[in-house]
């Protein structure tokens, strides 16, 4: 197995982002922001890191590593 971590390109980003679905509360953003903080704390644990400022982009560097992981596997 291998271990993708998505990321936002900042929290103030993640942020933004939250508050601008407007589908939660402000205390449920500042849950989601706390939890972020920690996932973001431990991202070094994982094997690949992506960030996604680009969704598009995130996607396509997404599928490429998950292609060429299955490609290694074959080999």
Known sequence: ???VFIEPPSLEA???RLRGRGTESDEAVEERLAAARV???R???YDV???NDDLD???QTLVRY???Q???TRG
């Open 1 to 3: 197995a291998r271990l």
């Open 14 to 16: 993640l942020e933004i």
């Open 39 to 41: 996932e973001l704390s």
């Open 43 to 45: 991202k070094m644990e």
């Open 49 to 51: 890191r992506l960030v």
């Open 57 to 59: 982009e995130a996607v």
């Open 66 to 68: 998950v292609n060429e």
């Open 70 to 72: 299955a490609e290694k």
